[in-house]
């Protein structure tokens, strides 16, 4: 029996840990051949522990040329472009909207929004050449509900979940299919690196009462690179233990 990506090329963003590594390793290991793309470094050990049918690229996800070179690296390495995770994200500073740091936010809207509308931009003709595609992106249930002090997180977030809807409906007809997942807390740096206090709090109100796991978030992603989400476009899945649902 072949992998659920068997025979697929695809470019993850934020490969080099949490969410995006395992995203990366699922794929590997579904039959794809993947750029596995971050801008820490990070990447160039996940690839190699992928092995062959994976190649490391470092990156800005906010810079157009390097987003652009990217993804071509992916059409002269494996011959063409049929999946893209724009899954690159930071959560930047907290503090109430009248006292946050305005390079701050601007950051986490070049990094979040605007690093997923030029993953889009660049990859929809290349994917249009070749018959279609799915795109997957990253939002957050901070694009569904608010959390207090992340003005820029959750303003990101939202743009993620919006260019989504708006450019699923512009290809639908065209064979690329174009989703988000919004995911809840999940084990990973950055929800390490937020206060403890923060977390506890989520957790306390999440009806699973746990963080998710990178694992649960590369089974969704799968799912919805595959053929098995054929029908599926312009649509937000929410990955949260259900804490949107109270």
């Given at each position: 029996m072949t992998g659920r990506l068997e025979g697929?090329?695809?470019v993850?963003?934020?490969?080099?840990?949490?969410?995006?590594k395992a995203i990366v390793e699922r794929f590997v290991r579904e039959g794809a051949m993947v750029v596995a793309a971050d801008i820490s470094g990070k990447q160039n050990e996940v690839a190699a522990s992928a092995g062959a049918c994976?190649?490391?690229?470092?990156?800005?996800?906010?810079?157009?040329?390097?987003?652009?070179?990217?993804l071509d690296?992916?059409?002269s390495r494996f011959g063409g472009l049929h999946v893209l995770c724009n899954n690159a994200g930071i959560q930047g500073g907290m503090a109430p909207t009248g006292d946050y740091d305005d390079e701050v936010f601007d950051r986490v809207m070049a990094v979040n929004a605007r690093g997923v509308y030029l993953g889009m931009r660049h990859a929809i003709p290349i994917m249009l050449a070749g018959g279609g595609g799915s795109i997957v992106n990253t939002a957050s249930?901070?694009?569904?509900?608010?959390?207090?002090?992340?003005?820029?997180?959750?303003?990101?977030?939202?743009a993620v979940r919006m260019m989504t809807k708006t450019t699923a409906v512009e290809y639908a007809d065209k064979g690329i299919r174009v989703n988000c997942f919004c995911p809840g807390s999940i084990d990973t740096n950055m929800v390490a690196g937020m206060p403890k206090e923060y977390i506890d709090?989520?957790?306390a109100a999440n009806p699973?009462?746990?963080?998710?796991?990178p694992r649960e978030i590369a089974d969704l992603a799968l799912f919805l690179a595959s053929d098995e989400s054929s029908f599926i476009t312009g649509t937000e899945i929410l990955i949260d233990g259900g804490y949107t649902a109270l």
């Open positions: 697929k090329v695809a993850v963003t934020g490969a080099g840990a949490g969410m995006g994976c190649v490391p690229f470092q990156l800005d996800v906010s810079k157009s040329a390097e987003v652009k070179a990217m690296l992916a059409v249930m901070a694009a569904v509900v608010a959390f207090p002090q992340m003005v820029g997180y959750c303003a990101s977030k939202g709090a989520v957790i699973v009462k746990r963080i998710g796991h």
